[in-house]
């Protein structure tokens, strides 16, 4: 197996990957943190299998490649993980020396074909984030997503609290929600004044 074509066939499977998630959640940060994961890995697992290293060393260092991710300052809904370990898993099989080199290909098209189905299967839409101030001291995070549910309409999956504030009886914190698509825009907007979000893009 020479390593052009599998460099082509990996580049072309990454593409494909990102566009079936950015038609979907069209994000584009997230587009190109999977095709930087996917080459780099692929580079990493070429680089040090031509250099003739035990299988031990080349599995501490695709060890430590695969550890960036969680190198991140917000948490990944269980979709992007998904995409994530797909673009990982691509830019490995397309970088070990497999032969015949059609099982590379048949085992690239057919993770791209399950995540395809698997995320179209899904009919929630996509993790948001923000920051929000709530009008009252709230120190435990099931109280937060108590209370922000019964007054957003949200699906909130987690919360991360920044800051709680006795004297002037205030939470900040930052949560990782959802709406659904069943949800009317009403619900959405029907938040009290005293609730005031501020939406900042998720850093990853």
Known sequence: MTFLPMAIADLLAIAALCTIYLMR?????????YTIINVGVFAVT?????????????????????????????????????YYFVALAMGLIAGINIDPAYIAYSLMGLLLVIMALADGSIKSTA?????????RALSREEEIIAYLNARLGYSISSVSIKEIDLINDKTIAEIQYSVPAYAPVEAAQSAPAALSATRVPAAY
């Open 46 to 82: 070429v680089a040090m299998a031509s250099a003739s290293t035990t299988s031990a060393a080349l599995g501490l260092g695709l060890f430590g490649v695969l550890s960036i991710i969680r190198l991140r300052s917000t948490a990944l809904s269980q979709r992007e993980v998904a």
């Open 127 to 135: 993790q948001k984030s923000q920051i929000i101030t709530v009008d």
């Open 25 to 33: 959640h069209r994000n584009r940060e997230m587009a190109l943190s």
